[in-house]
């Protein structure tokens, strides 16, 4: 039944599909009505600056970009879009990377750009409420006087509603958590222009059934974030960088699954290969030389927790004949370490003129890591392309980053890209770990989630019956 | 539209149940042949020992009962009941507290109680799969020398299939989450007979809808968990216990708040209140007195780290005025504790006879747990009913226990329950923190999740458009 609900889901959706009205003037003065004449445009630049994210998949205007400022505006939008089968695409930052954003269809773009309140902070129950289009790291500026934080930490700064809608996470998750982690409450604008709330503002929640989680990284396919509460944690009191390089990509791997198995609970445990090692000492200053490295973070209440798991770090570092070790607790230093981090692929990107890159994201189990990084060396190595590695080697994620710079090459990028998610897929893992599915995974979906992926279609098909919401994205 | 959805759904749903088929000999031939002779009974001492949990809630026998033995049993049980329009409801050990597993419309009693292997365990990604009858504490004893646990513990040997679908929590929580936070892949027999697996054993996903946390928590609504792989932490090398007792509950409660705000990683922070101080330090030995009091634990990887947030946890208590206070790293002392605290019910139960028990569970944001805490306690006394206030306060969570012993008293605990309730939506709680839905919260789910309700109905609608699953529970 569930195999039928399935496919004539899909047939559905490609009836919908060409079924979508084309936008025109009487629409877009329907949603100047809505949300104010200067909160929609139709210029060609303004639909152009978001007409693709961080990724290589190919750029498409929306018809009109709209700037709700609140929830209601949101769902009134949302209600003209069901109500005239327009496609409708949600933008946040765009800085997502597998084109989730882009509008497929065209249609209406609704930003979220100008609903950038901090709602309520609920200082005393590490607690805030923020409406969609604040970037994350604006938030964390402005609870820094509160001593507390937003945890995960995508890099860019993302906005928190996408960042909620792709279940973002980054450098922290291995402590903290991604974001499904980390949302007690959202208020999300249905396909059909209602307003729902999911969640409370309990820590414990065990009422209905958990819509909170099926909204986040659903890719703003079955609903529009309009706010949502988040768990902070406070700002750690003592906190450690440390940096190791090893011998080997075998010995800084296994040094990850040590440290894992410890029990220790890093904030922080990412990996470089010895070409992006290289860079960094060159470019940033880091002491690394050419070798696969480690970066790591610690977190604790106490100077002693501190000394304690760095001295456990260390040993297992040493004991896999790691070439170097350097830890601080230097707030500069530690800065430095992190923003060069963050800034990797622009430091590719210059340092590698005439290239083009494909960022890759599959996690698996920790154990199966090594296994991991071993099979994509040698992909690369065997379609003779130039690529790098890197990972949240302490969550089992893996960037492999692959130049192009002609057709031949893309075309073999793909192959790896292709060749790494299955063996992703056969180590037990998942296609992306953290990007999302949007255009570029959703071919996968199939041989990931088997018949789960005929239920995923029959739960679109009851809250977007007409498929307006982000039509094209993670359905293959 | 959903509202629509919704209600066309309970018309479909009531037309359902009026469809339901009664089961027949013929029926109880299929089954036989499904899953074997000796695994299915009709036998009234069977059925009699499935038909009522720990909860008050009218006992209801089912027509048979069925215990398969693994998965392709499970869901060919289920391709039955759907194509017969049977109803079906899964039963673990019948531990939960609010009707959940009771066959409100008899049909089919699915046991998972022979369902008993640990599949895999995985030790160095700290994860173990199992099938759905194992019991939590029969678990926890096989990982044992693994240096491993599953960390939730709702103090019955509760199953995991019954825990994962009713998201239990219990002392453990404040520090290692809830069922929901522990799980990573389960395996799931949908209404139509058809297995999925939803997640995958990477700790990292982005991939697609997160099915997995919208069947934990559905208490067998939606599918059968078949299989589960939870996430295990490691067996914490130091550990103190820690009693405080105190001059008011508004003292005790301020030290939860305080302790909380504090960022203090405690392990567990339980509440009672001077009744049930005084009755464990009767019946137990506790060194409490009449006195409200908190139980916590405190886990940690280094001494150091112990004994710093020991000095906290005093300094705090002290400043609140604490009367009494305790720490202990002596196992035999602190296990003493907790199978005091986990056999409290009992104790309560042998010492005031001639009473029966309703055992409340509402959940609120940690500032407002002392507002919670004394409404209850004047809602009571409003009531003149004899009652007992406990609950894991790390989390928020309050159980009012309250006593009757008559109609009279059994109407005025119901008030109580009903205020309580809705004090705690008020406060921005939920009316269930880890007890669940079942029968008995039913009634509040509208006013607690509004139009979300009608997206919950329209999922059901969606994956188990017969009705067959469980049903009576959930929606009012």
Known sequence: MFVEVGFSFVCVLMIALINYQKLNSGHVQQLRAIVGDDQVSTAVAERKLRAQDM??????????????????????????????????????????????????????????????????????????????????????????????????????????????????????????????????????????????RTGSRSIKQASGYDLLHLFIGSEGTLGVITEATLKLAPVPVNISAVTASFDSITAAIEAVVAVRGSGLDVAALEFLDEELSELLTRENGLKLGRSPSLLMELHAAHQATIDHDLALVREICLEMGARTFYATADTAQRRGLWHARHHLFETVLRCYPGYEWINMDVAVPISAYPELVAFSSQAMADQELFGVLLGHAGDGNLHVTLSFNNGTTYERAQIVNEQVIYKALALHGTATGEHGVGIGKARFMPDEHGPALGVMAAVKAALDPRGILNPGKIFP
Chains 1, 2 share one sequence.
């Open 55 to 196: 990724s290589r998949h190919e750029e498409r205007l929306g018809d009109v970009v709209v700037w709700p400022r609140d929830a209601a505006q949101v769902a009134d939008v949302l209600r003209l879009a069901n109500e005239e089968r327009l496609p409708l695409t949600p933008w946040g930052a765009g800085s997502s990377l597998e084109g989730n954003p882009i509008p497929t269809y065209g249609g209406i773009l609704l930003s979220t750009e100008r609903m950038l309140d901090v709602v309520k902070v609920y200082a005393d129950d590490f607690q805030v409420t923020v409406q969609p289009g604040l970037g994350y790291k604006d938030l964390n500026h402005k609870l820094a006087s509160y001593g507390l934080f937003f945890a995960p930490d995508p890099g860019a700064n993302a906005t928190i509603g996408g960042m909620l809608a792709n279940n973002a996470a980054g450098i922290r998750t291995v402590k903290y958590g991604a974001c499904k982690d980390n949302v007690l409450q959202m208020e999300v604008a249905l396909a059909d222009g209602r307003l729902i």
